[in-house]
């Protein structure tokens, strides 16, 4: 019998020929990753343990991204934990706040290629299998056990697949085709399993989005999004990193627990309804809900690419007077992109605020937290209770250009009502 | 953690309860296990649970509780207030993880959970994989993790269950 991508990568990393679902293995890790709230709980666990060394200062990634600049003294501190680590054992990869979301970061910086074995300490890390890597979010337990011996514990995933066929309408973007699937399959749809995506549609969409894609299979409740890399994934790689990588597919005879195939040209833009991921409508039905701000940027959709389209959207407009609309670069790299493009000339001219870097308001963080009862259209991955603020406030995801609209007209819009398909190329 | 029974009060909560509801990202400036607990479920259904209940209450959920973040602070936070064990029909994955890493009993069983009222009494044997309702004196089977699993918990979390191999 054959094996998929997901299992093929794990039994190269685990020293086993094969491996089946619901295996246990013990696998070696290419990169362990942690951020400012998840790293300071795994370092304390070290500590404690007395364990002075860790099992390769290259291939652990230590990234401030959550609550820097530091939004308070307690933040302060837990960045001072990981800063003073990072500087003490010599952490190659350790990311200064302002450079960026780790996910974003590592892709970008050529820190993951294909057929990695990656784990990270945000549930986000699925994000690495837009390049098909195994990439999976896990606790500070599991990356302190990483950090010291290199290797994690891995129940071996049933694996669904997911087919795209079709061309996209215009403003339908890679998060439009996983609020679908979320919204089909439902938040533990894909509970302990890995998602595979393929077809012709995903095959179409560049790395950034495929990488919108992996980054919410967790969303399903998945261990791992992925996609078999290509041609494209292959250029975007090997600009990056020197080296050498292997790329697995998924065999002809590969089990399966679950395939869907879906038309993606039937797919509208698509918005996720407070206050779970599935619950996912057409934007055309929520065009009377106001909104009190709009957020585009995060791990998910915060890359240069979906800064283009919402600038596409919001150049030579004006963000409606009752919207405070935020945009956040998800790295340094796409902020100075964004700069030297004017991107960031038309977010401050149309009256949005741009803030360095950081995680900030996707959950609710700072730069940008809800009061009681007010709303917000992001572009992020969460719309839980209480995720971008106050309990009593409203989260809906959408893609960058429906949120772009959305803080033109101050309430939830189709791109179309804003700009018509003549004044720009999307 | 020992063979030992685990009897508490039920506090019973909803599907998809994610890591935002159990500890609001606000206090996640901190690592401090006491001051997370302080702070437990608030922006869940129960709100007042963390100031109300008491040590040993039992914490009953239906599917897919945890979901959402990666953040220890959950399971921490939910440990640290004196919560002895978690019964829900499923866990989110990295829960489940973490609960098993750091040592939290977790139990799943989705014919108790649908059996089992908010305020009951229960008792869970956890090395015999059985939930007892006592009000009506039924017992439902949990769902057997595998041995390398329970190991773990047994152990009281997978630094200790490591400790020999972490420390040499």
Known sequence: ?426 | MSGNVIRGKVWKFGDNVDTDQIIPARYLNTSDPYELAQHVMEDSEHPSFAKEHKKGDIIVAGRNFGSGSSREHAPIAIKYAGVPVVIAKSFARIFFRNAINMGLPIVESPEAVDKINHGDEVEVDLEGGTIKILRTGEVYKATKFPKELMDILKAGGLMEYARSRLCR
């Open chain 1, 1 to 426: 019998m054959g094996m998929t991508i997901t299992e093929k990568i794990i039994a190269k990393h685990s020293g086993k020929k094969e491996v089946h679902p619901g295996d246990l293995v013990n696998a070696k890790v290419d990169l362990a990753m942690a951020n400012d709230v998840t790293a300071p709980l795994a370092i304390k666990l070290l500590e404690k343990y007395g364990i002075d060394k860790v099992f390769d200062p290259e291939r652990i990634a230590l990234v401030l991204s959550h609550f820097v600049p530091a939004k308070d003294i307690k933040s302060a501190e837990q960045a001072k934990i990981v800063r003073d680590f990072a500087k003490k054992y010599g952490i190659k990869h350790f990311f200064e706040e302002g450079e960026g979301i780790e996910h974003t970061l590592l892709p970008e910086r050529g820190l993951v290629v294909p057929g990695d074995l990656v784990v990270g300490a945000d549930s986000h890390t699925c994000t690495y299998g837009g390049l098909g890597a195994f990439s999976t979010g896990v606790g500070s337990t599991d990356i302190a056990y990483a950090m010291a011996t290199g290797e994690i514990w891995l129940r071996v995933p049933e694996s669904m697949k997911f087919i795209f066929y079709g061309s996209l309408k215009p403003w339908v973007s890679g998060k439009d085709l996983i609020l679908y699937t979320i919204g089909q399959i439902g938040v533990d749809g894909a509970l302990y399993r890995a998602m595979e995506f393929e077809g012709e549609t995903i095959s179409s969409l560049s790395i950034e989005q495929r990488l919108t894609i992996a980054n919410m299979a967790i969303e399903a409740g998945a261990k791992n999004g992925i996609i078999a890399p290509d041609e494209k994934t292959i250029e975007y790689v090997k600009v990056r990193t020197d080296r050498e990588f292997t790329i697995y597919k998924s065999d002809e005879d590969a089990e399966y627990v679950e395939i869907y195939e879906w038309d993606a040209s039937q797919i509208d833009p698509l918005v996720a309804k407070p206050y779970l991921p599935s619950n996912v409508v057409s934007v055309y039905e929520l065009s009377d809900v106001t909104i009190d701000q709009a957020f585009i940027g995060s791990c998910t959709n915060g890359r240069l690419e979906d800064l283009r389209i919402a600038a596409k959207i919001l150049k030579g407009k004006k963000v409606h007077p009752y919207v405070r609309c935020i945009v956040i670069p998800a790295s340094k790299d796409v902020y100075i992109k964004a700069m030297r493009e004017g991107l960031i000339d038309i977010f401050l001219e149309a009256g949005c605020v741009v803030s360095t870097s950081t995680c900030g308001p996707c959950l609710g963080g700072h730069m940008g937290v809800l009061a009681e009862g007010e709303r917000c259209i992001s572009t992020s991955n969460r719309n839980f209770p209480g995720r971008m603020g106050h309990p009593k406030s409203e989260a809906y995801l959408a893609n960058p250009a429906v949120v772009a609209a959305s803080a033109v007209l101050g309430r939830i819009a189709h791109p179309e009502e804003v700009v018509s398909l003549e004044e720009v190329t999307v």
